[in-house]
């Protein structure tokens, strides 16, 4: 049982590359989670999928895409990167309800140059 | 939109002191929870609290709920190395479904100094 596995764990881009962090929970959660942590700006939510086809913006989803591809699976995409997308990503999945814990992933530490 | 609060940001103790962080939101919370970020790692489910007044603890750890169900507090009693990481509290999003989403505070960075 891995919990929530997300690749890669580094990457360095150079801006305007584009590339895709891969997230899967074997939990069998309904919901999924993008967030990305900065110094002292906590974790914030980047996009959200409440269900399996479905996917929903969080507070920070410019510059984003993802892609919900089964039940187990969520994608980040970053388009175009630029250097203020420099962060670490965390992929995560909960039942879903309120007051359901969140389980993350180890993060993906992404460098934009 | 709904904020979560968290002072201090940093906290640095020698081991054996006592540590607390102290959280507090925009609104009432259906719940809160609370999670520890080890450096390096990723954040790890500590505990929730629901009822309006609750204390929990967990050995050296202790958790409250506010009455008003809008801020919460975490005390370590004679802080160990081993508690050395950022602390998050974190409360569920505001209005309607909210689908697990949680608003996390920015955390208290927590240094043991031995």
């Known amino acids: 049982n891995a919990g929530v596995t997300q690749t890669p764990k580094f990457q360095v881009l150079k801006t305007g590359q584009s590339m895709t962090l891969q997230c899967a929970q074997d939990?069998?959660?309904?919901?999924m989670y993008w967030y990305r942590q900065d110094p002292g700006m906590g974790l914030r939510l980047i996009y959200y999928s409440a269900s399996e086809g479905t996917t929903d913006k969080g507070e920070v989803p410019n510059g984003y895409n993802v892609s919900r591809l089964n039940k187990r699976e969520f994608s980040l995409r970053l388009e175009s990167a630029a250097p203020s997308q420099t962060s670490v990503y965390f992929c995560?999945?909960?039942?879903?309800?309120?007051?359901?814990?969140?389980?993350f992933g180890e993060g993906s530490w992404l460098t934009v140059v | 939109g709904q904020q979560v609060m968290q002072i201090p940001q940093y906290q640095h103790v020698q081991e054996g002191e006592d540590f607390t962080t102290y959280c507090n939101s925009s609104t009432t919370l259906s719940n809160i929870q609370w999670y520890k970020q080890r450096p390096g790692g990723h954040p790890v489910f500590l505990i929730q609290?629901?009822?309006?007044?609750e204390v929990k603890k967990q050995k050296r750890l202790t958790f409250q709920f506010g009455e008003a169900k809008k801020n919460s507090s975490l005390h370590i009693t004679a802080t160990q190395t081993t508690d050395v990481g950022t602390y998050f509290c974190a409360g569920p999003h505001a209005g309607g479904t909210s689908y697990g989403k949680l608003t996390f505070g920015q955390g208290t960075i927590l240094t043991v100094h031995p």
């Open positions: 939990m069998n959660h309904n919901s």
């Open positions: 609290l629901v009822k309006s007044g």
């Open positions: 995560a999945s909960s039942d879903g309800n309120s007051g359901n814990t969140i389980y």
